[in-house]
């Protein structure tokens, strides 16, 4: 996967992450809410990859 393709679900599961936390903050509901903690932490990494990838390409490149 290119660090683009990374960066790009990364930010995506963080924006449904936080709507399930908002959801489950919502509804009393504690469940839906630690989902969307964890997927937020999912795509944290995700985007934490793709800009760790982005970085040795450009690395590689300009060498």
């Known amino acids: 996967m290119g ?3 990374d ?3 990364g930010v995506g599961n963080q924006v449904i ?3 399930k936390q908002a959801v489950g903050d919502i509804s ?3 469940a839906l ?3 969307g903690l964890d ?3 999912k795509g944290i990494g995700q985007k934490t990859i793709g800009d760790a990838k982005a970085a040795v390409k450009k690395l590689i490149d300009n060498s």
């Open 33 to 35: 809410r630690q989902k």
């Open 28 to 30: 009393s509901d504690e």
């Open 17 to 19: 992450g936080k709507a």
């Open 39 to 41: 997927q937020e932490a």
């Open 3 to 5: 660090s683009s393709s």
């Open 7 to 9: 960066k790009a679900k």
